[in-house]
């Protein structure tokens, strides 16, 4: 018998909320979510004008450290962080799980299941490059909210479907979003 799949999406204060909103729309149609907003998502995801509530998901409040997701026991198909502010990042990088957040993707790590980390946030400084690099060494894919233009987008909307087809392709999930580079004629 054949179970379900099953992913954990985290939200962190980044700006970005949208690419969070259809990851959760995706996977959601695919397997059963578990969703853990931090504090300052929220509030990022209110101004940007997303919202969350209205999904067929499992939330987790992130201060929620006894949730099943917290133990390497709760079986998952993967995680995935997006957008992921550096303060997220570092706290991956470094195993610090202080959240829920931090504590499933450091179960996410332990469990060698798949963990992407969509980061948002620019110009990076060696700090970040060097909590990526951790992240990167620690088994995680680390990603940056930027998407291609080889498919010609006409709406963020378009932006926003590359970008979140590249985080579904690293989590093993099929779809059909965004274009693929299919080369070109030289």
Same mark, same amino acid.
């Given at each position: 018998m054949s179970r379900r799949k099953e992913f954990v999406v985290g939200v962190s204060g980044a700006s970005g909320a949208p690419y969070a909103r259809r990851l959760l729309e995706v996977l959601a149609d695919e397997a059963t979510v578990h969703l853990v907003v931090t504090k300052q998502a929220r509030a990022i995801a209110t101004h940007e004008g997303v919202r969350y509530d209205d999904l067929d998901v499992i939330v987790h409040p992130d201060s929620d450290l006894a949730a099943a997701i917290a133990? %390497?026991?709760?079986?998952? #198909?993967?995680?995935? $962080?997006?957008?992921?502010?550096?303060?997220?990042?570092?706290?991956?990088?470094?195993?610090?799980?202080?959240?829920?957040?931090?504590?499933?993707?450091?179960?996410?790590?332990?469990?060698?299941?798949?963990?992407?980390?969509?980061?948002?946030?620019?110009?990076?400084?060696? $700090?970040?490059?060097?909590?990526?690099? *951790?992240? #990167?060494?620690?088994? *995680?894919?680390?990603? $940056? *909210?930027?998407? %291609?233009?080889? %498919?010609?987008?006409?709406? $963020? #909307?378009?932006?926003?479907?590359?970008?979140?087809?590249r985080v579904l392709d690293h989590l093993g999930v099929e779809h059909a979003l965004g274009p693929r580079w299919e080369g070109y004629d030289a």
């Amino acid at each position: 018998m054949s179970r379900r799949k099953e992913f954990v999406v985290g939200v962190s204060g980044a700006s970005g909320a949208p690419y969070a909103r259809r990851l959760l729309e995706v996977l959601a149609d695919e397997a059963t979510v578990h969703l853990v907003v931090t504090k300052q998502a929220r509030a990022i995801a209110t101004h940007e004008g997303v919202r969350y509530d209205d999904l067929d998901v499992i939330v987790h409040p992130d201060s929620d450290l006894a949730a099943a997701i917290a133990s %390497g026991s709760h079986r998952s #198909d993967g995680m995935a $962080v997006v957008p992921c502010s550096t303060k997220t990042l570092a706290s991956i990088a470094h195993g610090l799980s202080a959240s829920l957040l931090a504590r499933a993707a450091d179960v996410t790590l332990k469990e060698r299941r798949p963990l992407v980390l969509l980061v948002r946030e620019m110009p990076l400084s060696r $700090v970040h490059l060097r909590n990526m690099l *951790a992240a #990167d060494e620690a088994g *995680a894919t680390v990603m $940056v *909210a930027s998407p %291609g233009f080889y %498919g010609r987008p006409k709406t $963020v #909307d378009d932006l926003v479907e590359m970008v979140v087809g590249r985080v579904l392709d690293h989590l093993g999930v099929e779809h059909a979003l965004g274009p693929r580079w299919e080369g070109y004629d030289a």
